[in-house]
């Protein structure tokens, strides 16, 4: 049995869920999440606790069972917490700059970037260097932040580029200088 997916996921009070069929609906605090799952993997949730158990132990059925658990898990913590990521951007010149909703980039093209975050993600900026991408859905929120790196990836020469809060990134020597 899945390590993960047999062990139960606490509800903290004030957050409903609602299950119709295969689809399950999360609600709380910070806002709704809903999420279709397999009809080959039961949800059940009572006292406060929700469980995952598979119907079968082939191979599909194994794959899915913390899968879902951990998908669950996640869309608990999001209604509840939140989840945030964090960029920094390094390089002479590099900055971003809120305007309205939308954040604009400069990261030494001959344009500056703008980026509109998805329905559900909101982007501060906490200073010209630093971006907080923050929302309920934890696969939304990552997925804008690889947006938002890819514009500009660190380069493993001077390091410059937009990289995560604690990335490290491997440097390179350069060319030898001739003596």
């Known amino acids: 049995m899945s390590r993960v997916g047999k062990s139960p996921i606490d509800v903290p009070s004030g957050v409903e869920i609602k299950r119709e069929g295969n689809k399950v609906t999360i609600k709380g605090p910070k806002g709704e999440l809903s999420r279709e799952f397999s009809p080959r993997i039961d949800i059940d949730v009572a006292d406060g606790k929700i469980l995952v158990k598979r119907r079968s132990d082939a191979r599909d059925d194994r794959s899915m069972h913390g899968l879902v658990r951990s998908l669950l898990a996640n869309m608990?913590?999001?209604?509840?917490?939140?989840?945030?990521?964090?960029?920094?951007?390094?390089?002479?010149?590099?900055?971003?700059?809120?305007k309205g909703n939308n954040v604009e980039l400069a990261l030494g093209f001959s344009h500056l970037v703008l980026v509109?975050?998805?329905p559900g993600v909101e982007i501060d900026v906490?200073?010209?260097t630093r971006l907080v991408v923050k929302g309920i859905d934890k696969e939304r929120v990552g997925l804008m932040a690889a947006h938002i790196r890819a514009y500009r990836e660190p380069e493993p020469y001077k390091g410059k580029g937009i990289r995560y809060e604690g990335e490290y990134v491997r440097r390179k020597a350069g060319k030898a200088a001739k003596a």
């Open 76 to 98: 608990v913590k999001g209604v509840t917490d939140g989840f945030e990521k964090t960029l920094e951007i390094q390089g002479v010149g590099y900055k971003a700059l809120k």
């Open 116 to 118: 509109e975050p998805e």
């Open 126 to 128: 906490i200073n010209p």
